[in-house]
């Protein structure tokens, strides 16, 4: 199924190999996300090019839209849309409590209103697995409760007990049905907000279950940095050493080097591609947002010190152009870019955890990232 | 400046071989429209990849966006937009008649309301060399006076006079000023609506100034297909042999395999890739509607004897998702595959002229295309 071996340490930090079914990850890793069965404004091989060796689908937006059931029908995602490494679905649980409207939540599961036609949409952990087995991802996510911060100690209390119930179910459900691609992997879910003695119980109930991997959700959902910081620095430690860690849904660059100081593996955000098609670019030197007009006339590369096409090819003026006359051309520039920008970064951190420099490359860059 | 050469001809087609300072053409040659700066959805490398030998730009739309004097400083269009073969820029005449609103027409030139901000903007034929010798294209057209179809006699009398004149005074300016990329070639219009003999007498003056090419202009523009059809067969032979002919923003596939039979040499339309934008898709069996239920479980690729990467990847399942949820990745694969089919068709055409064997391959294309 998948399989996870640590190359190197460095601190709290880790260099690490995880084999899948559908190709090798070397970790830690940035998966972009491909919330409807493409990366937004690439195709799959530019997103191989650009070296990402997994990708995220979401699987609430995908049960919309075109519907799991066709997308089995069509051979699976992967065959779907044409990408032929590894792919992580999320359960749904974050776009319950983000982008759908809440109808019913009881033990059983939640019924919400489709953001798109406003139809109902019954959503258990079995179903979410359901799901996951018909787009036939390489690893699936449980069902979990995500509350908004801040939240009062017993709606966090109550939450974890209920997605530890969640993840439990989801287990067994994942040992029934089966992908259209063969066995997936299962990831649980830990949840508890800011709460490092809520966290520390969730873990363990996880790991009493047992997954394959395991997450920390319920972050970047309204807390301050520090508080998201000192949750990930405090559980990250104590989870499984053997298994990959994911910190879901984070985050801004800072928040990526942070992460791997702290011990995580994974990281996904939709952040570099969808900044990149408002016209936000992360460079070397901090975020610039391409539409000033200081850049109308600019011959320079986005950014100088960047080995992409985009660097390469176009100047800023050019790059300005295109956003302010809405041309595609400019969406997929920036976000090839961003994605660039992102997984490089991501890809340096492991070379320095290996060379045992971890927190200096770390120093450096947000040196020269906040200048 | 630029070359022609014919290398052979089945009736009155041709194929042909155009030089220029930017690279060499093929003809006959479908130029894809890029109207600011961009072939819409693509990248250089893809229109490149595509076979395209020379693109269009649309002189009105740059002055407007980013501005001509911008793209000089930046060092030309070519440079701006990363390509680096020929490029043909309009004269922005027909746009003074279809998109902006025209507030003044004399002898001198016209004044217009900019499509973009209202503002008033003054083009004359000077200016309009101007601009493109600041763009810097390979080939440069006069500013015409382009009427809408059905005019008066008098109307279209008074069109060709006062096109002859800009047509004159266009190619003394294009003798001064001198293009950011060296030498430019230019090309006279042949207006006259519909009626033939003002049309000769249209291209007899355009003639007497001598161009290094000729267009058909004012075509498309309201008439039915057969009007157009009786006008490129009647005046396209009447046209100098040695020069290059070109038939301007024409057409779908049956126009241009007509404009073909006819002896023209160039053709550009925005058909293939804006209608790609709206999901309206050319195979050889005729154009479809992406969006259309039927093909929503369709797992066949849009045109299984295509051999373009769209067609070679995707199901139209698959496209017919992305163009329903609005994704990006959707316009860029239906864009490319429609140039890939309008670049392939032209090609096919050239090498039937060589193999003596046009009008067979027209009948043949069009029983299938019309199936």
Same mark, same amino acid.
């Given at each position: 199924?998948?399989?996870?071996?640590?190359?190197?340490?460095?601190?709290?930090?880790?260099?690490?190999?995880?084999?899948?079914?559908?190709?090798?990850?070397?970790?830690? @890793?940035? =998966?972009?996300?491909?919330?409807?069965?493409? @990366?937004?404004?690439?195709?799959?091989?530019?997103?191989?090019?650009?070296? !990402?060796?997994?990708? /995220?689908?979401?699987?609430?937006?995908?049960?919309?839209?075109?519907? #799991?059931?066709?997308?089995?029908?069509?051979?699976?995602?992967?065959?779907?849309?044409?990408?032929?490494?590894?792919?992580?679905?999320?359960?749904?649980?974050?776009?319950?409590?983000?982008?759908?409207?809440?109808?019913? /939540?009881?033990?059983?599961?939640?019924?919400? %209103?489709?953001?798109? $036609?406003?139809?109902?949409?019954?959503?258990?952990?079995?179903?979410?697995? !359901?799901?996951?087995?018909?787009?036939?991802?390489?690893?699936?996510?449980?069902?979990?409760?995500?509350?908004?911060?801040?939240?009062?100690?017993?709606?966090?209390?109550?939450?974890?007990?209920?997605?530890?119930?969640?993840?439990?179910?989801?287990?067994?459900?994942?040992?029934?049905?089966?992908? @259209?691609?063969?066995?997936? !992997?299962?990831?649980?879910?830990?949840?508890?907000?800011?709460?490092?003695?809520?966290?520390?119980?969730?873990?363990?109930?996880?790991?009493?279950?047992?997954?394959?991997?395991?997450?920390?959700?319920?972050? *970047?959902?309204?807390?301050? &940095?520090?508080?998201?910081?000192?949750?990930?620095?405090?559980?990250?430690?104590?989870?499984?050493?053997?298994?990959? %860690?994911?910190? =879901?849904? @984070?985050? #801004?660059?800072?928040?990526?080097?942070?992460?791997?100081?702290?011990?995580? $593996?994974?990281? $996904?955000?939709? =952040?570099?591609?969808?900044?990149?098609?408002?016209?936000?670019?992360?460079? *070397?030197?901090?975020?610039? *947002?391409?539409?000033?007009?200081?850049? &109308?006339?600019?011959?320079?590369?986005?950014?100088? #010190?960047?080995?992409?096409?985009?660097?390469?090819?176009?100047?800023?003026?050019?790059? %300005?152009?295109?956003?302010?006359?809405?041309?595609?051309?400019?969406?997929?520039?920036?976000?090839?870019?961003?994605?660039?920008?992102?997984?490089? /970064?991501?890809?340096?951190?492991?070379?320095?955890?290996?060379?045992?420099?971890?927190?200096?490359?770390?120093?450096?860059?947000?040196? &020269?990232?906040?200048?």
């Amino acid at each position: 199924m998948i399989q996870f071996e640590l190359e190197a340490k460095d601190h709290n930090s880790r260099a690490g190999i995880l084999k899948t079914q559908h190709g090798t990850i070397h970790t830690p @890793v940035f =998966m972009p996300v491909g919330t409807l069965g493409t @990366v937004k404004a690439l195709t799959p091989e530019e997103v191989h090019e650009l070296g !990402a060796e997994i990708i /995220l689908g979401n699987t609430y937006h995908l049960h919309l839209r075109p519907g #799991d059931e066709l997308v089995r029908k069509l051979g699976g995602l992967h065959h779907f849309m044409n990408w032929d490494g590894p792919i992580l679905t999320d359960s749904g649980g974050f776009q319950i409590f983000s982008l759908a409207k809440l109808l019913k /939540l009881d033990q059983s599961g939640v019924v919400i %209103r489709s953001h798109i $036609d406003g139809s109902k949409i019954t959503l258990t952990p079995e179903i979410s697995i !359901a799901i996951q087995q018909n787009l036939g991802s390489t690893i699936m996510m449980c069902l979990d409760q995500c509350l908004e911060l801040p939240a009062t100690r017993q709606e966090i209390e109550r939450s974890i007990a209920l997605t530890t119930k969640w993840a439990q179910r989801s287990k067994d459900a994942s040992s029934q049905g089966s992908g @259209v691609s063969g066995k997936q !992997a299962l990831f649980g879910i830990v949840q508890g907000g800011g709460e490092l003695n809520l966290r520390e119980q969730s873990l363990e109930q996880m790991v009493n279950i047992g997954f394959d991997g395991y997450a920390i959700g319920g972050l *970047s959902v309204g807390e301050t &940095k520090e508080e998201m910081y000192s949750v990930v620095h405090h559980i990250a430690v104590k989870m499984p050493v053997q298994k990959p %860690r994911y910190l =879901m849904g @984070v985050g #801004d660059p800072e928040d990526l080097l942070e992460g791997i100081e702290a011990g995580i $593996d994974m990281f $996904d955000c939709v =952040m570099p591609t969808r900044n990149a098609r408002n016209g936000s670019l992360f460079t *070397s030197h901090g975020k610039i *947002s391409i539409k000033q007009n200081q850049y &109308k006339e600019d011959p320079d590369p986005l950014d100088p #010190d960047c080995a992409c096409s985009t660097c390469k090819n176009y100047s800023r003026a050019y790059l %300005r152009h295109l956003f302010k006359t809405n041309e595609i051309l400019g969406m997929r520039l920036n976000t090839y870019h961003n994605l660039f920008f992102y997984i490089s /970064l991501v890809k340096q951190a492991r070379n320095a955890i290996k060379e045992k420099c971890f927190p200096n490359f770390k120093k450096t860059f947000l040196l &020269k990232y906040r200048s």
